[in-house]
């Protein structure tokens, strides 16, 4: 069962490890990346390929460059998009990473591609195409350093936000799930893929089958941290008095550790938490494997209160699950345009998206002031601690 104690890994350093294969594999497949290869921990990728440099004298002291390379490095977003678009409708694979914040840089560029794949179907002569596979980095979260201006999810709100079937936005929550993302990209074709994660160590939940299950709907029940039985659905025993689902790896650190904190406090509570791995228009999972409503029912039952925990903006998702059930029974937390250069706690504190914002949530609708309160110290005594002296509380 995992526990605080579990390997900590980075998502991305398992990103870089897979795309240091694929580039040994696949002598067509390029990288595109605005200067943040290094800093994003993709940088395994540097064992299969040089950066392309073509004209200029290639010095000693530079790093690994040559007329040959197939790592595209420049510190322009539109400019790498347009010659991967390139790249990519003369058949041949790619993906692009870059900042989180900065992927908005390109939206236009991206909406246009999408309305060029609609049309492309209705041409008879048109193949198809390798996907845009978008590696999603140094988001808004773990901005440490860089601050306010580096955090935004938007992008994720407007791809989910386009009516069509060409968005697949992905979650993976850990290393296990990127590895199964990345096999998707690979074979997808037609589409718009954006993947998001962060390059900091987190927590390891699933195996490499409970990955691939997620596959099949978008979503899974993390059985280690619920009650009832998560292997047959009909159980008797699925009777909860909350159902948690969070999206994104470090919203669902948070929603495990509050799950933890309220079954130390609250024993006899029943909860069920639901991880999301993806999101299309309007559904759970991915455009050509939605959740079924059939499936949102057993999964979320009904009438239960609903405690949402998400990467972006915290509407993104309600809005989403409001298609399946009453919205009513959501409530719903994420970013919340608070930003600042902070500690990561603060950060989540500051949007109401940390493990004891969403346990106070859950103790507000008991109605248990005492443990709201106790909760809402916590929040207040780390934030003291992070603007005193730069850091989260150690027991945190």
């Not at 179907?121 to 350093?145: A, F, G």
């Not at 609903?306 to 915290?314: D, P, R, S, T, V």
Request: aromatic fraction near 10%; include cysteine.
């Amino acid at each position: 069962m995992p526990s605080s104690e579990n390997p900590r890994l980075s998502t991305a350093k398992t990103f870089g490890s897979l795309l240091e294969n694929e580039m040994e594999n696949n002598p067509r497949f390029y990288l595109f990346s605005p200067d943040e290869t290094t800093s994003n921990k993709l940088d395994a990728v540097y064992n299969s390929s040089e950066r392309a440099w073509s004209s200029l004298e290639i010095r000693p002291q530079d790093l690994k460059e040559s007329k040959n390379g197939r790592i595209v490095e420049l510190l322009s977003e539109n400019t790498l998009f347009a010659v991967m678009l390139g790249h990519i409708l003369n058949g041949e694979p790619a993906a692009m990473t870059s900042y989180e914040s900065f992927f908005t840089i390109i939206t236009s560029q991206i909406l246009q591609h999408l309305k060029f794949l609609d049309q492309s179907e209705k041409v008879s002569w048109r193949p198809d195409y390798p996907s845009v596979n978008l590696l999603n980095t140094s988001t808004c979260w773990r901005q440490d350093h860089n601050g306010f201006s580096h955090q935004s999810p938007m992008l994720i709100s407007t791809l989910l936000d386009r009516p069509g079937n060409k968005v697949n936005c992905f979650f993976p929550v850990d290393s296990e799930s990127a590895k199964m993302t990345f096999k998707y990209l690979q074979s997808s074709k037609n589409a718009v893929n954006l993947v998001t994660f962060n390059k900091t160590d987190e927590p390891q939940f699933i195996d490499e089958g409970h990955a691939a299950f997620q596959f099949e709907s978008g979503a899974s029940i993390f059985g280690f941290v619920s009650d009832g039985n998560p292997f047959d659905l009909d159980s008797k025993e699925n009777e909860f008095d909350f159902i948690f689902v969070s999206a994104g790896d470090i919203a669902t650190r948070e929603a495990v550790e509050a799950v933890k904190l309220l079954k130390y406090e609250l024993p006899s509570l029943r909860i069920r938490l639901i991880n999301i791995l993806a999101l299309s228009h309007n559904k759970i999972g991915t455009i050509g494997s939605p959740m079924s409503q059939e499936l949102f029912d057993k999964y979320f039952k009904a009438k239960i209160p609903i405690i949402a925990n998400f990467h972006g903006y915290k509407d993104t998702l309600k809005n989403i699950l409001s298609n399946y059930t009453d919205p009513k029974r959501i409530s719903a937390h994420g970013f919340e345009e608070q930003g600042s250069t902070t500690t990561p706690l603060e950060m989540l504190t500051l949007n109401h998206a940390s493990r004891f914002d969403l346990a106070k949530d859950v103790a507000e609708k008991l109605k248990d002031v005492e443990l709201a309160q106790k909760y809402q110290k916590i929040i207040d005594a780390n934030r003291a601690n992070a603007y005193e002296f730069g850091v989260d509380l150690f027991e945190l």
